[in-house]
């Protein structure tokens, strides 16, 4: 089965940056969409960014544009979550998520995607 591992999360101050890192392993599909989510104590989980292992093409949720960034290495099955300019509104455990049938989207929901993470904590600090 998909097993996704999440690392990367830490404490940060307001304005910084930090990477986060997503392994994948036992993929069986030609292609798969793999996204970010993240879920703040008392909130919903939401959607963050997602990418398609077919051709690489992103999507980001508007909480996202313009200071996250999301890649995929094929050769290391790894997919990153770029996080610059970050804010204390970014604090939240996030989440990898994988599903073979995502692929370009215009918009994501957790239900969408069937493997899961455990998630790594990301806090931001004022």
């Known amino acids: 089965e998909v097993k996704l591992v999440e690392s990367g999360g830490g404490l940060v101050q307001a304005g910084g940056s930090l990477r986060l890192s997503c392994v994948a392993s036992?993929?069986?599909?030609?292609?798969?969409?793999i996204g970010w989510f993240r879920q703040a104590p008392g909130k919903e989980r939401e959607g963050v960014a997602c990418?398609?292992?077919?051709?690489?093409?992103?999507f980001y949720e508007d909480s996202a544009k313009g200071r996250f960034i999301i890649s995929y290495d094929n050769a290391k099955n790894t997919v990153y979550l770029e996080m610059n300019n970050l804010k204390p509104e970014d604090t939240a455990v996030y989440y990898c998520?994988?599903?073979?049938?995502?692929?370009?989207?215009?918009?994501?929901?957790?239900?969408?995607?069937?493997?899961w993470g455990l998630g790594t904590q990301v806090t931001v600090s004022s």
């Open positions: 036992g993929f069986t599909f030609e292609s798969y969409g």
């Open positions: 990418i398609s292992t077919a051709d690489g093409s992103a």
């Open positions: 998520a994988a599903d073979p049938a995502v692929g370009y989207i215009e918009t994501m929901y957790p239900d969408w995607f069937a493997s």
